[in-house]
């Protein structure tokens, strides 16, 4: 499927130039209380950049900080993923992140739904309920209870109520069986075909698209009820797979935006490493010891090897001395690259622009092999149709594809890894694994499988290095809520837990 580069130009061009540094990523100058008339052909683009935006953005560094993926190198105290790594997320580093969620990407949304509605076009409000769906989602694991029920009332209600994580959830379901209703309406008035960054082409095919994220939303958010409600969660589980909906069937269906290899328009993961951050984030001792374990061949597309060319790989924690040399992030988070002059120091490392990313690659926020891997953890653990076994060997085929891993080498880690073996807690274990490598740069899901399963068996930093001498459980309240919103709850610190999170 073709991405309607103009589209995506545009849009990335407009929201490119808000996202300076990680910091500044989600600045917004607009009032978020003057409600402007805008058509729903622009709104819809503003929202799918954003979307993509939040697939990168700080929330997905401390989740992908916190659970070890990535690893913060820096000795410069205004460069804070080090800080994250240790835990060291306060009210004040959360307020841009919040403030994009909410005075942005939502407040988008509660204008284009009643718009599209009143204009005839059912489709484009399908479309942005199923989004409304998945920023709650991922903004209620991240928070717990958040505004709601009176959020993106802009005028009407300055101080919205925090509502129930658990009831926001269940509302989540009904705003997700509305969204496909309204694109399986007869007609539209206008089709968001062209008009977004997300699922662009032609409507009669990519509608189902739409409507295959949904349904694989629902599982993903089904799922999270495993350790806190695992009867609720197998009905639910069951019940949908029964009931014939439609899932995601290949890669060509994950959820993701794509990003473009132009000044301005590239992940923000490339600005990160060739800009202001440059050297500041790397892959994490963890997860390149796990692939380690295992010659994983996806490891070529994750990280540059260590020495450069050498075939090894050596992951960066935030234990280590920063004038270490580590393993960098390679196209599979940064998109094409190409060789220039290559200097290589005498301790392995590249001197920088020895090698240039093209920053094409996607934000990659719910994939088929996640699908997978939901399915083979519902069927072991849950009861739910099908063979654990099998969607568990599809879950690594899908990612090793995804990765372009050949097919050689595929049925080769397959052979050696590709079997639940042992006790079902056992078998949950690898498929947690696996899911938590294949899922290496999603937006928050392998925090959210650490919190429900305790899979993969990390190792909290020490207390001598960290805030904690726990890995945190949600994150704190912004400072610009709490002192603009009365209504914001108290939070002392990250060891709360959202409502799904019942594992000791």
């Given at each position: 499927?073709?991405l ?5 130009c545009?849009?990335?061009l407009?929201?490119?130039s ?10 917004v100058?607009d009032d978020p209380?003057n409600?402007i008339?805008?058509p729903?052909?622009?709104l819809?683009?503003?929202?799918t950049?954003?979307?993509g935006?939040?697939?990168?953005s ?5 989740s992908g900080?916190?659970?070890q993926q ?5 000795t410069?105290?205004s460069?804070?993923?080090k ?6 997320i ?7 992140q ?8 939502l407040a988008d949304i509660a ?15 399908g ?12 903004t ?11 959020a ?9 109520k925090?509502?129930?994580d658990e009831?926001i959830?269940k509302?989540l ?5 509305a969204?496909?209703?309204d ?6 008035v206008?089709e968001?075909d062209k008009?977004t960054t ?14 295959k994220f ?18 609720f969660?197998s009905s639910q ?6 009931s ?7 890669n ?7 990003f473009l ?7 923000p993961?490339t600005s ?5 951050f ?13 692939m ?5 061949p ?7 090897s260590?020495p ?8 960066a924690?935030a234990l ?5 040399a580590y393993s960098r992030?390679n ?6 690259a190409s060789?220039n002059?290559?200097v290589?120091?005498?301790?392995g ?8 990313w ?9 994939t088929?092999s996640?699908?997978?891997f ?5 069927a072991l653990?849950l ?6 076994q ?6 690594i ?9 050949s ?7 397959v052979t050696?890894?590709?079997t639940l073996?042992g ?9 947690i694994n ?20 305790g899979?993969?068996?990390i190792t909290?930093?020490?207390?001598s290095?960290a805030?904690?001498d726990?890995?945190?459980?949600v994150?704190i ?11 914001t709850p108290?939070r002392?610190d990250?060891?709360?837990r ?7």
């Amino acid at each position: 499927m073709k991405l309607n580069k103009t589209i995506i130009c545009t849009s990335l061009l407009l929201f490119g130039s808000l996202f300076h540094s990680c910091k500044k990523f989600y600045d917004v100058n607009d009032d978020p209380n003057n409600v402007i008339d805008v058509p729903v052909a622009q709104l819809l683009p503003s929202i799918t950049v954003n979307v993509g935006y939040l697939g990168t953005s700080d929330l997905f560094r401390y989740s992908g900080l916190m659970m070890q993926q990535f690893s913060g190198q820096t000795t410069n105290t205004s460069q804070t993923f080090k800080e994250y790594e240790r835990y060291n997320i306060n009210n004040s580093d959360v307020n841009n992140q919040w403030s994009s969620i909410f005075a942005t990407l939502l407040a988008d949304i509660a204008k284009i739904i009643p718009k599209a509605e009143k204009e005839g076009s059912p489709h484009y409000a399908g479309v942005a309920k199923i989004l409304k769906a998945y920023v709650y989602q991922v903004t209620v694991d991240g928070w717990g209870d958040v505004p709601y029920s009176e959020a993106s009332k802009f005028a009407e209600n300055l101080y919205p109520k925090y509502d129930d994580d658990e009831a926001i959830y269940k509302d989540l379901i009904s705003t997700l069986d509305a969204g496909i209703a309204d694109i399986n309406a007869p007609a539209s008035v206008f089709e968001p075909d062209k008009n977004t960054t997300i699922y662009p082409g032609v409507w009669a095919t990519v509608k189902n698209n739409w409507i295959k994220f949904a349904n694989t939303l629902k599982l993903r958010i089904y799922l999270h009820y495993s350790q806190k409600d695992p009867t609720f969660a197998s009905s639910q589980m069951t019940a949908l797979i029964n009931s014939g909906a439609q899932f995601m069937t290949s890669n060509s269906d994950n959820f993701q935006m794509k990003f473009l290899a132009e000044s301005g328009r590239q992940n923000p993961i490339t600005s990160i490493e060739g800009g202001q951050f440059r050297n500041a984030f790397f892959p994490n001792r963890t997860i390149v010891d796990m692939m380690n374990v295992k010659a994983d061949p996806r490891r070529p597309s994750y990280f540059v090897s260590f020495p450069y060319n050498s075939g090894n790989y050596k992951g960066a924690s935030a234990l280590d001395n920063s004038s270490v040399a580590y393993s960098r992030l390679n196209t599979f988070l940064k998109g094409d690259a190409s060789l220039n002059s290559i200097v290589i120091n005498p301790d392995g490392t590249i001197t920088d622009g020895s090698i240039t990313w093209s920053g094409n690659s996607p934000a990659r926020l719910l994939t088929f092999s996640e699908y997978n891997f939901i399915r083979a953890e519902a069927a072991l653990t849950l009861s739910a149709p099908g063979s654990a076994q099998t969607f568990f060997e599809a879950g690594i085929r899908s990612s090793m594809a995804e990765s372009g891993v050949s097919a050689v080498a595929i049925d080769a880690y397959v052979t050696a890894n590709g079997t639940l073996t042992g006790t079902n807690a056992q078998k949950l274990e690898q498929i947690i694994n696996e899911k938590y490598v294949a899922n290496f740069g999603v937006l928050m899901e392998p925090w959210n499988d650490w919190r429900r399963t305790g899979y993969p068996a990390i190792t909290p930093l020490p207390i001598s290095v960290a805030v904690y001498d726990k890995i945190p459980r949600v994150l704190i309240y912004p400072l610009s809520e709490r002192s603009s919103n009365p209504n914001t709850p108290a939070r002392a610190d990250m060891l709360q837990r959202v409502f799904w999170d019942t594992r000791p």
